[in-house]
C-alpha cells in the first residue's frame, strides 16, 4: 500500500506543482473549483444522499455558490468567507468530541452534514484561489501552503509507525496517535521554515509564519480528522476509488480543505 501510495503522490504532485506555478489565477480558480466541486460529490454520498440526481443538484447548487463567490472576489467578501472558514474548523473541534452527533441517517442529519461540506468546501476554495492571487508570488505562498500539508502527512505517517503508542482519535481513526500528530508539526514548521527563508522572510515575519505553520497543521489533522468521522459515520473506508491507495478526492483534499483557510487568514494578519 505504500508502494502504490508513493507512485500515485509522485505522479500527481508534478502536475499540481506545475498548475500552481504556470496557470494564471483566472485559469487557477476554475481548475481547482472542478476538484473541490468534485470532492463535494463524494461528500454528499457520505452525508447520505443516494440519488444522483439529487447528488448532482447538490454539486451544482455549490459551483453556483463557488461562481457569486469569484463575482465578489474583489470586495470585503473574500476576507469575511475565510474567516468563516476558520470558524468553522473551531467548531469542527467540538463536533469530534461528540463522535455520535449527527451519526443518525436521518433527513436532519443530511442537512447538517450538507451544510457542513458547503462550510468545508466554499471558504477552502476562496482561500487557495486568494492566497494564489496575492501579488507576484502568490503561486510560491501556495505551493508552501501545499507543502507544509504534505510535510505533515509524511510526518504523521513515518512519527506514527515509529513512536506511536497512545491514540489520537481512537474511536474516529484508530490508525492516528499524539506521535503522529507531533511528528506532523515538526516537519510543517521545518518546511515552512525553509520556505520562508527562500521567500526573504526574516525576524518577526519569519517567526510569525513558524507559528502560522504549526496552526496549519492543527487545523489539517482536524480536517483529516472530520473526513474520518464521515467515513466511519457512513460505515466506508474510503470516500472514493479515483487514486490508487488513495481514495478519492475528498481522501486527499480533506487536511487541505482545513489547512487552506486558515494559512490565507494568518497571511492576512501577518500582512505576507
Same mark, same amino acid.
Given at each position: ?30 481548475? $481547482?473549483?472542478?476538484? %473541490? ?93 486568494? $492566497? ?25 505517517? %513515518? ?114
Amino acid at each position: 500500500m505504500l508502494l502504490q501510495r508513493t507512485l500515485t503522490a509522485l505522479l500527481l504532485a508534478p502536475l499540481v506543482i506545475l498548475l500552481i506555478l504556470l496557470a494564471p489565477n483566472g485559469l487557477f480558480a476554475p481548475i $481547482v473549483a472542478i476538484a %473541490f466541486l468534485a470532492a463535494m460529490w463524494e461528500w454528499t454520498s457520505l452525508s447520505g444522499f443516494q440519488d444522483t440526481t439529487l447528488r448532482g443538484a447538490l454539486v451544482a447548487l455549490t459551483a453556483v455558490l463557488l461562481a457569486l463567490c469569484w463575482w465578489v472576489r474583489d470586495s470585503a467578501w473574500w476576507p469575511l468567507l475565510i474567516g468563516v472558514g476558520v470558524a468553522w474548523w473551531v467548531l469542527t473541534g467540538q463536533w469530534l468530541r461528540h463522535f455520535a452527533f449527527a451519526a443518525a441517517p436521518t433527513r436532519e442529519n443530511r442537512l447538517i452534514k450538507l451544510g457542513a461540506g458547503l462550510l468545508v468546501i466554499v471558504p477552502a476554495w476562496v482561500a487557495v484561489v486568494s $492566497v494564489h492571487g496575492s501579488g507576484d508570488r502568490g503561486q510560491w505562498w501556495t505551493l508552501l501552503a501545499l507543502f507544509i500539508v504534505w510535510a505533515a502527512d509524511i510526518g504523521a505517517y %513515518f512519527s506514527g509507525r515509529q513512536f506511536g503508542r497512545r491514540k489520537l482519535a481512537p474511536t474516529i481513526s484508530p490508525g492516528k496517535t499524539w506521535a503522529g500528530a507531533y511528528g506532523a508539526l515538526v516537519a510543517g514548521a521545518l518546511v515552512a521554515l525553509g520556505g520562508g527563508l527562500l521567500l526573504g522572510l526574516h525576524d518577526g515575519k519569519l517567526a510569525g509564519l513558524l507559528v502560522l505553520s504549526v496552526i496549519t497543521v492543527v487545523a489539517s489533522i482536524v480536517g483529516d480528522l472530520l473526513e474520518s468521522l464521515m467515513k466511519r459515520h457512513a460505515a466506508v473506508k474510503d470516500s472514493g476509488s479515483l487514486f490508487p491507495g488513495h481514495g478519492g478526492l475528498l481522501d486527499r483534499l480533506d487536511s487541505v480543505f482545513a489547512a487552506m483557510p486558515v494559512f490565507a487568514a494568518g497571511m492576512l494578519l501577518l500582512s505576507l
